[in-house]
């Protein structure tokens, strides 16, 4: 038996920072699954990455919006009302609670930049956004 004891073994704070690490990469996926579906103007895939309670800063008509709401603007939005390339940069996440995820980063389309927070609760398993604003 004693052999069994010579193997390491994981502290909770390994297994925290692991947990911490696979939900930094979920986040940060689901987020590009949102620029993407925005890019490729992907409606259902767009509304895919939002819960059903989530309230939107829409630059397309400058005030905060719910889900449905939103996919009204984006349906014009998406008929090529306004177009244009978004990226990210200079994005950090972070973890106010343990189901719950801050994103803040540069909202770049065709040169035009705006900072930007992306909020995130992590429900059924899932990362979805929440909440969104600009900050400037």
Do not use: C
């Not at 490729?40 to 905060?64: F, G, H, M, P, Q």
């Not at 349906?75 to 343990?98: C, D, R």
Request: glycine content about 6%; aromatic content about 8%.
């Amino acid at each position: 038996h004693r052999d069994l004891h010579s193997f390491p073994t994981r502290r909770s704070s390994d297994l925290a920072q692991t947990t911490q690490t696979s939900d930094d990469r979920a986040v940060r996926q689901a987020l590009e699954s949102w620029r993407a579906a925005l890019n490729n103007d992907n409606l259902e895939a767009l509304l895919a990455t939002l819960s059903d309670d989530a309230v939107i800063d829409s630059s397309a008509v400058s005030r905060k919006v719910n889900k449905k709401e939103y996919r009204e603007i984006m349906t014009y939005v998406m008929q090529g009302h306004y177009t244009g390339s978004f990226t990210i940069k200079e994005l950090k996440v972070t973890f106010p609670a343990s189901a719950h995820a801050v994103a803040e980063g540069v909202l770049d389309r065709n040169g035009s930049s705006r900072n930007h927070r992306w909020q995130f609760e992590k429900r059924g398993g899932r990362w979805l956004i929440v909440g969104t604003e600009y900050l400037n």
